[in-house]
């Protein structure tokens, strides 16, 4: 665990660490203890590299309710989704927003109460954070490893699973074999931060559709 993460513990006539000082309405059940990631966005000059434009910056809360001791404790947690996009065009297909590129930032924090523990990415595999795009689809299927890369996001390491799939794409009705580059949870400060690309796998789009992914994780910024 790095010096910086946050790790909460509770339980049943147990005194909580320090790191809950302040936090009594938590502690006795009666208020919700909420924990927050600053935003992870994409450089401007990797959107002009690559033609990706800004489609949603939002808040997403993910909120969790344990019982300890016959009380219930609620932790709501705030993360932030930047999505990117830009228009594709496939043989025989109209032209679509079909290539997407999305940031998630997560509070970097573990909070353990009774035996459970509320970390959205902290231990998550590639194919768990696959589920992060499946809002931008109406179906994804199928969805297959074909292997691994490393690659730098916030001056890290970060490995990257690489997937195929079958997408049909929401708002079009247009099923696709698609390709999804899905990086591990990278800390960066206070918070994890995972970036997870996804194209239409066909040639001659698929090789300059990689190029694009790897400049705009290059591009993250947080």
């Known amino acids: ?38 935003k992870a966005t994409v450089a401007q000059s990797a959107l002009d590299d690559t033609e990706y ?22 932790v709501v947690a705030s993360n932030w989704q930047a999505e990117y996009d830009r228009s594709v065009n496939v ?13 998630f930032s997560t509070p ?7 035996d459970r523990t509320l970390n959205p990415v902290g231990d998550k595999s590639h194919r768990d954070l696959v589920k992060l795009v499946q809002d931008s ?23 990257v699973g690489e997937y195929e799939g079958e997408a049909t794409f929401a708002g079009t009705g247009q099923t696709v074999d698609l390709t999804l580059h899905v990086t591990n949870p990278v800390a960066h400060g206070e918070d994890f ?26 591009g993250v910024e947080h």
């Open 1 to 38: 665990m790095s010096s910086n993460r946050r790790r909460f513990l509770a339980g049943t006539g147990t005194a909580l660490s320090g790191a809950l000082a302040g936090c009594t309405g938590f502690i006795l059940g009666n208020d919700a203890l909420e924990v927050s990631a600053n």
């Open 53 to 74: 434009e800004e489609n949603t910056v939002e808040k997403v809360d993910i909120e969790r309710t344990f019982e300890v001791g016959g009380q219930e404790r609620t």
């Open 91 to 103: 043989s025989g297909f109209d032209s679509f927003r079909g290539a997407k590129f999305i940031a």
């Open 108 to 114: 970097q924090v573990e909070i353990d109460i009774a």
């Open 137 to 159: 689809y109406e179906g994804l299927e199928d969805v297959t490893g074909v292997g691994e890369y490393t690659t730098s996001i916030l001056g890290s390491q970060a490995t």
């Open 193 to 218: 931060i995972v970036c997870v690309g996804a194209y239409p796998n066909y040639p001659p789009l698929t090789d300059g559709e990689a190029d694009n992914i790897e400049t705009l994780f290059g």
